[in-house]
């Protein structure tokens, strides 16, 4: 077989296992399927060593069954033509990759936050704000204030349905008299002198708005006040990068590595810029100050 075929051969190979291994976990952790389907299931994690009990103790199995199913049904809406692969996720999936993103504030309060001059000090005083731009289900404005307790949270989307998921999840919180949520586009926002911290996630958020964006959270920050922006983490292996950039794509939003996103920061008149240090699997994060009064 010529090399260019055979690589085409492996591909589609592995492609198709991974596909199935994949239902097969989600499967087997929802207890789902037929009962001749959960064998055969079973017979697939058990060739490949996983032992779902064991594996999943501890763990909300749910979550873990539905972050599993995310990439396939973001895979199957996009050859299926749908314009907007992220919004046509399930509900169980967008509530799964929140409880993901929750899990970044205890994080980076503890060891990211102090190294930038003065935010945690912000943060801590009464009537502090943060914008959390692209809040989805509205997991990681819980988190921020659950971490921050003088803290108020305003989550701004523009996708109808998932403010719908964080409504819930805001209600079903302790914090629910301390989170906000606007539906609305971060290019549009207009108040001045607001928020101590601003987040922007640029995978969702498609480059005319977050140049705007940027712009605009600049000035809605109040002086000294950060932003801090995840965007994907690049320059190792290469089908990595690609499938990452690929998959930006997809979901509408900017793919940036580090040298972008901090031109773009240093560009809309941030200062201090710098990348900051994240685990393996966790998104990129390029940080910048607006300048003190």
């Known amino acids: 077989m010529p090399p260019a075929e055979q690589r085409l051969h492996d591909l589609l190979r592995s492609g198709n ?15 789902d399927g037929s009962a001749t389907q959960q064998a055969a299931a ?5 060739a490949l060593g ?3 009990p064991e594996a999943t103790a ?42 993901v993103s929750a899990q970044g504030p205890p994080l980076l309060a503890r060891f990211v936050f102090p190294g930038l001059h003065g935010l945690l000090d912000a943060l801590a005083r009464p009537g502090a704000r943060m914008v959390d731009v692209g809040t989805g289900v509205g997991a990681l404005a819980v988190a921020y204030a659950e971490v921050f307790p003088e803290l108020t949270v305003v989550g701004i989307d523009v996708l109808p349905r998932v403010l719908t998921l964080a409504r819930a999840t805001v209600g079903a919180s302790q914090v629910a008299d301390r989170v906000v949520l606007r539906e609305q586009d971060v290019g549009t926002l207009d108040e001045r002198d607001t928020y101590a911290l601003a987040w922007v996630p640029a995978p969702f958020v498609p480059a ?15 002086p000294g006040g950060w932003l801090i ?4 983490k690049y320059g ?22 580090d040298a972008q996103a901090a031109a773009l920061l240093t560009d809309a008149g941030f200062e201090g810029v710098r990348s900051l240090p994240t685990p393996p699997n966790a998104p990129a994060l390029t940080a910048g100050r607006r300048p003190p009064a």
Do not use: K, Y
């Open 17 to 31: 296992r991974a596909a199935w291994t994949t239902a097969a976990l989600v499967l087997a952790v929802r207890a």
């Open 208 to 222: 005319e708005p977050l140049r705007l964006g940027v712009d605009r959270l600049r000035s809605a920050l109040v």
């Open 236 to 257: 190792g292996d290469p089908v990595d990068d690609a499938v990452g950039r690929f998959t930006t794509v997809a979901w509408g939003g900017t793919a940036l590595d």
């Open 58 to 99: 501890g763990r909300d199995a749910p979550g873990l069954a539905a972050e599993a199913a995310a990439p396939l049904l973001q895979v199957a809406a996009l050859l299926h033509g749908e314009a907007n692969v992220w919004s046509g996720q399930s509900d169980a999936a967008l509530l799964a990759q929140g409880r």
């Open 50 to 52: 996983v032992d779902i």
């Open 42 to 46: 079973g017979e697939v994690l058990r």
């Open 229 to 232: 922006m995840g965007h994907g």
